[in-house]
Structures are given as C-alpha cells and as structure tokens.
C-alpha cells in the first residue's frame, strides 16, 4: 500500500491564499485521481474536489485543485481566505489494488 | 435532496457483533457504490469498506477483512455493514457514503460505535 503525507497544519490570514500538499510515497500520482474532502469540528466531511481538479457543484471557485507529477503530490488551494474556512482538510486516492488511502489530513487556521 | 441515514450504533463488548445500518434517500440508490469511512475519536479517517452499485463486488481495508461484511438492500434503499469479532480499536465514528467504487461524493452524518468492556 501507499500513503499521502499532509502537513498537520497551515494558517493563514483572511484574504490570503493558502495551499496544502499532498504526498503520495509510491506509485504516480497521476495514476489514479485524488480527491479532497473538508471537515469542520463535530461534523461530516463534505467533498470540495474530485478527479484531481473538480469542484462539486455548490463549492466556490475560490477552491481549487492540482497534481504535480514532479514531486508526486496534489495540492488544495484556497484564495480570498475566510474564517468559516477553518478545518480539516483530507485528501483521498487509491490504488489499483483495491486500496482507498486518505491522507492524515492537515488542521487549517485562518486568523 | 439527497440523505444518508446511519443506524445501529452503541456500545459493544470486546469480542462482539454489531450491524450499521444506512437509509438511503433524494437520490437513484441503484446507481450508485456505496461505502463505509470510519474516524476513531481525535484521528483521521479510514476507508473500510465499498460495495458496488449491484452488489455484485465487495472490498475492504486490511484491517476489518474477515471480520466486517458489507451489503446492501436495493429494493429497500438500505446499506448493512454486519461488524464481528470486534476490538477496541474499532472504536470510530462510522460513516456511510455514496459515490463511485474509489470515491465518495456524499457523507451521512455518521454513528459512533464503542468497543468497551
């Protein structure tokens, strides 16, 4: 099995952009889509990209998603920076073993 | 407007069984995989298992193979997931969602499950 490497935190100032990496230790990142998925404290993670790039509908643009074959890892980025911004943020791939991994997921502060 | 709704948690003994249930609705049930995602308490979240949209192919985590089983009840809109032999390590928030084999587009609000003596 594989596993994607988040940093445990960020933070960043309203109206900032701030970007989280994702690692993937074996295997290309390109192989297989990656996802994205926020949690706020005591609720459901709700999906903020799929296939890499893709925003659900009801996510802002403000999301966006990138894999960067280089460096064997997916980025989230979020702009204009808002408080209610401030989660849990995972990301999600799979192998084609049959393994669905989730990154360790990293704690956004936006102050 | 699309709801998954899970059932069936609570308290159980090391060792013992439990079976989640999740009410599927708002949405075609049939056209969609559906899996379980757990998150022990403090920690990150875990795949556990994936069932396709027939039920026709099943798969799971390393973890809960032998021990859990997932199925489901497409004339009743209703995911099973049948937990046996259960550990404390089990101990998690488990949520049912609905998506692809590999991805998962739509979460449930989750139901705890404790695995204490």
């Known amino acids: 099995n594989f596993m994607l490497t988040q940093p445990h935190s960020v933070s960043e100032s309203p109206g900032k952009t701030v970007t989280i990496s994702c690692t993937r230790s074996s295997g290309s990142i390109a192989t297989n889509s990656v996802q994205w998925y926020h949690q706020r404290p005591g609720s459901a993670p709700t999906t903020v990209i799929y296939e890499d790039n893709q925003r659900p509908s009801g996510v802002p643009d403000r999301f966006s998603g990138s894999i960067d074959s280089s460096s064997n890892s997916a980025s989230l980025t979020i702009s204009g920076l808002k408080t209610d911004d401030e989660a849990d943020y995972y990301c999600?791939?799979?192998?084609?073993?049959?393994?669905?991994?989730f990154g360790g997921g990293t704690k956004l502060t936006v102050l | 407007e699309e709801q998954l709704l899970e059932s069936g948690g609570g308290l159980v003994q090391p060792g013992g069984s439990l079976r989640l249930s999740c009410a599927a609705s708002?949405?075609?049930?049939?056209?969609?995989?559906m899996s379980w995602v757990r998150q022990a308490p403090g920690k990150g979240l875990e795949w556990v298992s994936v069932?396709?949209?027939?039920?026709?192919?099943?798969y799971y985590a390393d973890s809960v193979k032998g021990r859990f089983t997932i199925s489901r009840d497409n004339s009743k809109n209703t995911l099973y997931l049948q937990m046996k032999s259960l550990r404390a390590e089990d101990t998690a928030i488990y949520y049912c969602?609905?998506?692809?084999?590999?991805?998962?587009?739509?979460w449930g609000q989750g139901i705890l499950v404790t695995v204490s003596s």
């Open positions: 999600q791939s799979y192998d084609n073993s049959n393994h669905v991994v």
């Open positions: 069932i396709n949209d027939s039920g026709g192919s099943t």
């Open positions: 969602t609905k998506g692809t084999l590999w991805k998962f587009d739509y």
């Open positions: 708002g949405f075609t049930f049939t056209s969609y995989a």
